[in-house]
């Protein structure tokens, strides 16, 4: 997989494989038609984009992933957190709550990934 953020049209493009895969590449094509306004060669052109990345392949005609939402998910915060913050995970939180404050529910969970860790 490239080692860059999706842009959000390839992201949205990626959530609806992910949500239906397998899926025919013809149906998708129709399916960005409908949900972005594409026409069919801009959506295969977004799906060879994503087949070379390594994110999806497309085998006689059926799309699949190469790379889950969840895998990407977590390489994607990998990413901004060893960019935007020099690899400091506590960095990256502390950023995160100064504005928006924690449920207990959410800092009890916080606290279980960390001690699994």
Aim: with cysteine.
């Amino acid at each position: 997989m490239r080692n860059n953020f999706l842009s959000e049209s390839e992201l949205s493009f990626a959530r609806m494989i992910w949500e239906r895969e397998p899926i025919k590449s013809g149906e998708l094509a129709v399916l960005c038609a409908e949900r972005f306004g594409w026409k069919k060669s801009t959506a295969y052109t977004v799906l060879k984009n994503l087949c070379n990345a390594g994110i999806f392949k497309n085998e006689k005609s059926v799309v699949t992933s190469l790379v889950s939402k969840e895998q990407y998910e977590e390489q994607e915060s990998a990413q901004i957190v060893e960019e935007r913050f020099d690899g400091s995970l506590s960095r990256f939180v502390t950023a995160f709550t100064r504005k928006q404050k924690l449920s207990r529910e959410q800092l009890e969970e916080l606290k279980r990934i960390i001690e699994k860790g």
